[in-house]
């Protein structure tokens, strides 16, 4: 049996392995706090990315679908108890005439919100704004008094509101007629109402104006982040 006696750890040691059990604590926590940051970022970034993805969607999907009128290729032969209009770049909110413009299924302003009235000065932001209008490609039936819909075919259409179904379902020969909803849509930059940055502000957002069931426009946020709008022709 050995006669040394065990000893313990000096002062000098102790401090030594204490400073370094610190550093080793410091250096995990800013590795931790560093990832995490990176974690949020990258969620941050992932969520700009869909709601970009989801934002062109909208958009290829109406730009496609405008001009598609169930059939109905010549809008000379379109009348009916809503009678379509000509275009005039407006988009009133007091009446349904910003729907009743067929004959600009397709339509863009440059950098600019004068003339819309839907769309108040105060809310636009920056960028183009894109118009398009189209019929929904399923039947339905007329059942919104106020709503505009189309029933046409090859050979003709009758635009009215769902208040005069009756006579447009009388008064439209031929066969294979079908009545679908109407859509116009204008896409624009606002300020979004449902996200708040940390600093109080609101980020950007693309919006659009929808024909809504009682005939006039109605506002609705599409995508957050989104921070302009520009269309090339």
Request: charged share 20%; hydrophobic share 35%.
């Amino acid at each position: 049996m050995s006669g040394r006696r065990q000893a313990g750890l000096g002062l000098v040691e102790l401090l030594i392995s204490s400073s370094i059990g610190l550093l080793l604590v410091v250096a995990a926590a800013r590795l931790y706090v560093t990832s995490t940051v990176n974690r949020q970022i990258q969620s941050e970034l992932e969520g700009l990315q869909q709601n970009a993805r989801h934002a062109l969607g909208q958009l290829v999907r109406d730009t496609k679908r405008s001009g598609y009128f169930g059939g109905l290729i010549d809008l000379s032969r379109l009348s009916g108890s809503e009678a379509p209009l000509p275009p005039d770049g407006s988009c009133s909110t007091t009446n349904n005439s910003w729907g009743r413009m067929l004959q600009r299924p397709l339509y863009g302003i440059d950098d600019r919100s004068e003339g819309y009235d839907c769309i108040p000065g105060k809310e636009y932001l920056r960028g183009d704004i894109l118009a398009v209008r189209y019929v929904d490609p399923l039947p339905v039936a007329a059942t919104d008094p106020q709503r505009l819909y189309l029933k046409s075919n090859a050979t003709g259409g009758r635009l009215f509101a769902g208040r005069d179904r009756a006579h447009a379902a009388n008064s439209l020969e031929g066969a294979n007629a079908a009545t679908r909803a109407v859509v116009a849509r204008a896409y624009y930059i606002r300020q979004s109402s449902s996200v708040t940055c940390p600093d109080g502000s609101r980020p950007p957002s693309l919006y659009r104006e929808y024909l809504g069931s009682k005939g006039l426009p109605v506002s609705e946020e599409i995508a957050a982040g989104i921070e302009h709008l520009q269309v090339q022709y």
